[in-house]
């Protein structure tokens, strides 16, 4: 459907840019714009539902917002203003990353990852624009997380470029992560500063966002995996999953809960950590104050950095010393992000007064914890690829994201305890959980390297 469509789009005198397939930089910039959307959304929600609540006149015009805080009420107990939009926030974060894994089983029964992907794009774009009606906010939520489930292939199909044991997979993952830091870095900063001047402004750059995302990804399908054609098309109809296929898909399903727990110390970023660091940072800036929202921005320009510095730092490992395996490098990565939430305590003990800590801890916290999650998350997604049996590549891909969704419904847990708790435990169970990820990591890394032994990587 796609290639015909957009085949006048597509001279075939190249198959590949700066090394790899020109699929991957359509995907990279359809997932920038979808990330610019959603991030830029994410980073002002907490806010803009603290702003909500503190006008029930506003909350009681919204279609289905009842419905919702009965929902997270009975999860979270939030009690106060700001624990309940930090549960709240979180409860929604958790469900987007979760919603994938529907999707994705869909595109694997028959729908398939391109046209999953344009309905997923489609029904972003219009949700986007329907929050900017903060009576159907509700509403376009639930549109939204729909939107998010079908546009969950776009992760498996970055895999479907390569060939199994193909090493820029690995690469390729992190150059697809960087799309969305570099959106990141805009979005946030952007969508903040739109909203302090008027929210509907906010929610339409996002709308607008999501729309050139739907063009690039339409008009130049056809640089992408065609499905018919799939290296493996051949052996997947009609086939069962093996012995060691089974293996590998419980012990990936046992990797997404260790990464949940590893995960705490990032996703709390866009939650309770605005509310804290909105207390705790110094924002004024040359005499210019910053929302806390910029926070997500600052996160995205050190990720960015920190990743490119990671994608270099192995390629020349790789290359000098042989390569790593992908399991070693989510290892050191989950290691590192366990100390990041140590500098907030270690800052807040040394400045305990509002407004005192300087934002050079913030700095340092983000570069520690953007280390770690570099080396763990892109890994996280190219190891998945390379080792989900193929008839259920796309949903297990997407079954990578659950480990967010599942940190994520933790964070909502630990956001409703900001300021029930003293402040320096509530990141140490950040902290916490991130070196029992790593632990279990350790423990299981024996496993891993029996399952994914290269001897094994045969098509099924």
């Known amino acids: 459907m796609t290639n015909h469509l957009t085949k006048t789009f597509c001279p075939t005198t190249t198959t590949e840019i700066w090394g790899h397939p020109k699929g991957l930089w359509i995907l990279f910039w359809t997932e920038g714009w979808l990330s610019f959307a959603q991030y830029g959304m994410l980073s002002v929600l907490v806010v803009y539902l603290k702003d909500i609540f503190q006008h029930p006149v506003r909350a009681e015009k919204i279609l289905g917002l009842p419905l919702l805080l009965a929902v997270n009420k009975k999860l979270y107990e939030p009690k106060g203003l700001d624990a309940t939009a930090g549960s709240l926030s979180g409860l929604i ?11 994705s089983f869909i595109s694997d029964r028959g729908l398939g990852k391109t046209r999953s992907g344009i309905i997923g794009i489609i029904l972003l774009t219009i949700s986007f ?11 376009a939520l639930l549109g939204f997380l729909v939107g998010v489930a079908f ?3 776009l ?5 479907a470029l390569y060939e199994l044991n193909d090493r820029r997979r690995s690469d390729a993952y992190q150059i697809y992560s960087q799309s969305i830091q570099i959106m990141a870095i805009i979005s946030p900063l952007l969508c903040s500063f739109l909203g302090t001047v008027a929210w509907y402004l906010a929610f339409c750059t996002t709308g607008c966002a999501m729309l050139i995302g739907l063009i690039c990804y339409a008009a130049w399908g056809c640089y992408l995996p065609a499905e018919e054609t ?12 093996g012995i060691v296929e089974k293996k590998r898909i419980l012990f990936l399903l046992w990797l997404v809960v260790l990464f949940a727990l590893g995960v705490l110390p990032n996703q709390e970023i866009m939650d309770g ?3 804290w660091g909105s207390e705790h940072y110094q924002l004024a800036i040359m005499g210019m104050t910053y929302p806390a929202s910029t926070l997500v921005s600052l996160d995205s320009v050190i990720s960015m950095v920190t990743g490119l510095l990671i994608l270099w730092f192995w390629r020349w490992y790789d290359a000098r010393y042989g390569a790593v395996h992908d399991m070693t490098k989510i290892i050191i990565g989950s290691g590192i992000s366990t100390s990041g939430p140590i500098f907030l305590v270690c800052a807040e003990w040394l400045y305990p007064g509002p407004h005192q800590i300087n934002l050079w801890w913030g700095v340092i916290f983000h570069t520690v914890n953007d280390i770690g999650c570099s080396m763990t998350f892109a890994t996280g997604m190219a190891l998945f690829s390379r080792y989900a049996p193929i008839r259920y590549n796309t949903t297990l891909v997407s079954c990578f994201t659950l480990h967010i969704f599942l940190g994520n419904m933790m964070i909502g847990k630990l ?19 991130a070196l029992l990820s790593t632990l279990g990591l350790l423990a299981s890394s024996r496993m891993a390297g029996r399952l994914f032994s290269p001897t094994l990587d045969k098509p099924t």
């Open 93 to 103: 974060m958790a469900v987007i990353f979760a919603a994938p894994f529907l999707g």
């Open 151 to 153: 546009s969950g292939s």
């Open 415 to 433: 956001a409703s305890l900001l300021h029930q708790i003293s402040d320096s435990l509530f990141w140490l169970l950040h902290s916490g959980g």
């Open 129 to 139: 624009f329907c929050m900017m009606l903060e009576q159907l906010f509700v509403l």
């Open 155 to 159: 992760k498996a199909q970055v895999g």
């Open 273 to 275: 950590y605005l509310l």
């Open 230 to 241: 799939h290296m493996y098309a051949s052996v997947v109809e009609n086939t069962n999953c």
